[in-house]
């Protein structure tokens, strides 16, 4: 293919900079700019790089098709680490007709030749941006292949049905319906076990949002303060102190989270108050999760009640506050209770997240989200055989193919999709 450069180090002051170099001809366009011709494939050779525009003492690597990371012919200049040296060396090479590479260039052109398949070309990318050591292993996990090898097993699965279900439609008398059910229900928890894993990921990645609700005065800044472990909210004995929300981003244990505090839940003919009940009610709909607050040493009222009906229960903590002042005689039957001020009951809190959001163990794999909207494809094609078994066994088959389809696509893309555009454009330049 048509030779690209780019730089694979990020753009800036540093010891050296790695400009990377594939396609046709890399050698040879390389090695007019050098002072002696690179010898021998996969060693690192000093040189001379000199051009009209630049002059740097480098050490280069040539890499012979087909091996290379991108399965074409590669050259590797390291040059100090200068970002002008570097900017003159890529331009002397694009003025020599090379292309500048578009993001994810190099592992597209990996995949195109059969170095990796989707599933890893994708974990590269999840590796350089995974921000925990979870998801680095995860990522790992997934380069290695370990996720392709799952679906491949899924694959293998399903077409084994599909041998069982054309046995069955031809020779009825033969083949046991209950023993094909069996199979597709063990595809069917496979496939929700990497959703699963997916959902996983995609919530240590992208983290969550936690708003904390409930009646003025009850403790909701207080609560605020000690989960983001800093002064962030306002905190008085007045009730209606906080009327704007008031975000602060933090990790509690495992999960990126931005904690939201708002303005306490009341009727009130204060129209700026009545703004920042409008507010709040706007982000406890749009939050993952939600901690509704109550006061503990007064008991959960009828106050109390009438407000958490505005929230929606599934994605709710209830949590009791002020338990150092003792306990009022009504308590919510699943509360949590703490002292905010005290900071007493903090990480019971933390944990229950972890639970509600279904943190239980770090993600074995990385799933991307293009991949998982496959897996639910998969999920919807296999539930669908299910119904249709005892029915239609034709249709059941056709329910399966496009289960096979899906897999299929999640290894290789599929041959419509613009896969530079949809996949690979996320990705940092030079990778
Ligand atoms: N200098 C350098 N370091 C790097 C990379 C790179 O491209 N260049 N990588 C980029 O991500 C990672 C390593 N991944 C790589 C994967 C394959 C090949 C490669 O040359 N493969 C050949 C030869 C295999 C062999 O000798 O065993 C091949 O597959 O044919 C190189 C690097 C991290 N470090
Ligand atoms: N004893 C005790 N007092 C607390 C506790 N948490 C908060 N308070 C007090 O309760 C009062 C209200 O606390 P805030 O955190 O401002 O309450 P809020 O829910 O944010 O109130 P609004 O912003 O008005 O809705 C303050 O005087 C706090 O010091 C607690 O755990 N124990
Ligand atoms: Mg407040």
Known sequence: MEPIVALATPWGVGALHVIRISGDASKNTVEAFLDKPLQKPRHASLRYFSSEKVEDQVVAIWYSEPHSYTGEEMV?????????IAELIIETLLDAGMKPAQPGEFTFRAFLNGKMDLTQAEAVNDLILARSTELLKAGENTLKGKLSDRIASLRNKVLNVLAFLQA?????????????????????????????????????????SLVIAGRPNVGKSSLMNALVGMERSIVSQIPGTTRDYIEQYTVLGKIPVNVVDTAGLRHTDDPIEQEGVKLALRRIEEADLVI??????????????????????????????????????????????????????????????????????????????????????????????LEHLSVYAEVAADDLFSALRNLTTLIDGDVEEDLLSTVFSNFCIGK
């Open 168 to 208: 069955a439609m031809d020779f009825p008398e033969d083949v046991e319906e209950s023993s094909i059910e069996e199979q597709l229900r063990e595809i069917l928890v496979e496939t929700e076990d990497l959703i699963e894993s997916a959902k996983t990921a995609e919530i240590l990645r992208k983290g969550i």
């Open 76 to 84: 590797e200049i390291m040059c100090h680490g200068n970002p002008a």
């Open 292 to 385: 509704f607050l109550y006061d503990a040493s007064t008991g959960w009222t009828d106050e109390d009640k009438q407000m958490f009906n505005l929230i929606q229960e599934e994605k709710t903590i209830v949590v009791g506050n002020k338990i150092d002042k003792g306990k009022g005689n009504e308590q919510h039957p699943k509360a949590y209770f703490v002292s905010a001020k005290e900071k007493t009951g903090i990480d019971r809190i933390i944990e229950a997240i972890h639970q509600l959001m279904n943190i239980t163990e770090p993600p074995k794999l990385l799933v991307s989200q293009r991949q998982m909207g496959l897996l639910e494809k998969t999920l919807g094609d296999v539930h669908d055989a």
